[in-house]
């Protein structure tokens, strides 16, 4: 795998407007995504994913939110800098978006065939029936001449979801940011929805963002994953390393939870106490209230996101060391 960096996100705040002020939900999150490379996004609901990924694509800009500081680096280009035009340009093309909702993300006044088109019309790439008809085919819409002509209301979540990863992929774009694209669709197609997004990632090398709060999903499809909790960045590794070897107590507990359920427990392992809101933080270590491995000064600080050996990170003032 090459290692060129294809985006770098640098010490990012992200707020939103509360009340007569703005409240911070993002706090400082690093990330970065090698060519070609697939990385989890995971974390519970809240924990800052959406809004992160977002706004690599300038969402957040068109959702009132505010970048108060930090960088978001796409190819060497600062993004947070861009202009809606150049940003515009980019959206699509080099860097493609599968939404959560599958069926609210597609025009609803428009046939599907016809969206996959206006897609690669947009971005001045070549474009015809036959072209879209063979991407339909590939995403695995086998009645594709019929689905063509269809509406979204017509299509079931399924379908529209494929819809969205057929115009994403079309443009063939370096990055693909998908937020967590099976969960509105069902259990029986989730498996073949990831593998198309595998088979993206083989076949054009386009690097990909999926979000998820599954750890089974990181462990199918990711090279990589960053676990976030309250706007920040908590851990990344190797799915492998992270999963073998979790070193943030957030970490640790929820492949708890999962480990529970997967053994069949008669009581399922639950993280105790509830996420805290981003009007609710102090100053100290946002997982501070739920932590089994707190001490006096996580009451008060933010702990550094600290680099650990084999391109780890961890960010915990009593974060284990790695198992040797
Ligand atoms: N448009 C918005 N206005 C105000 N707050 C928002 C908005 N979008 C997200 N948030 C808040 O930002 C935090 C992170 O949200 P999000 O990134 O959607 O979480 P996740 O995707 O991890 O579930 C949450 O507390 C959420 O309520
Ligand atoms: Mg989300």
């Known amino acids: 795998m090459s290692k060129t960096s294809l985006l770098k996100i640098d010490n990012l705040t992200i707020s939103f407007p509360y009340g007569k002020s703005h409240l911070q939900v993002i706090r400082g999150v690093d990330l970065e995504v090698i060519q070609g490379e697939v990385v989890g996004i995971l974390g519970e609901s809240g924990s800052g994913k959406s809004v992160t990924a977002a706004s690599v694509i300038g969402l957040t800009r068109d959702d009132a939110g505010r970048i108060d500081s930090g960088e978001i680096h796409f190819k060497g280009k600062n993004i947070v800098t861009m202009s809606g035009k150049d940003l515009q340009r980019l959206r699509g093309k080099e860097i493609a978006y599968i939404f959560q909702d599958p069926v609210g993300s597609l025009n609803p006044y428009r046939k599907v065939g016809n969206q996959i088109v206006e897609a690669l019309k947009v971005h001045h790439l070549p474009c015809s029936k036959e072209l879209v008809l063979q991407i339909m085919l590939d995403v695995g819409l086998n009645q594709a001449e019929t689905i063509y002509d269809m509406f979204p209301s017509q299509l079931s979540g399924g379908q529209c979801q494929r819809i969205q990863i057929a115009s994403a992929i ?151 060391s790695e198992r040797t």
């Open 170 to 320: 079309a443009c063939k774009p370096d990055l693909l940011i998908a937020d967590e694209p099976i969960s509105a669709i069902d259990a029986s197609l989730q498996k073949k929805v990831l593998a198309l997004l595998t088979d993206t990632n083989k076949k054009y090398g386009t690097a990909i963002i999926i979000i998820t709060h599954d750890f089974a999903v990181v462990k199918h499809i990711c090279d990589r994953v960053v676990v976030m909790y309250g706007g920040l960045v908590m851990e990344t590794g190797t799915v492998k390393d992270v999963l073998d070897d979790p070193l943030h107590p957030y970490t640790r507990e929820l492949l708890k939870c999962v480990n529970s359920l997967s053994n069949q427990d008669e009581r399922l392992y639950t993280l105790e106490g509830r996420a805290l809101g981003p009007s609710e933080y102090t100053g100290g270590c946002v997982f501070y209230t739920r932590c089994m491995n707190k001490t006096g000064p996580c009451h008060s600080e933010i702990p550094p996101l600290l680099n650990r050996t084999g391109g780890r990170q961890v960010r915990c003032l009593n974060a284990r």
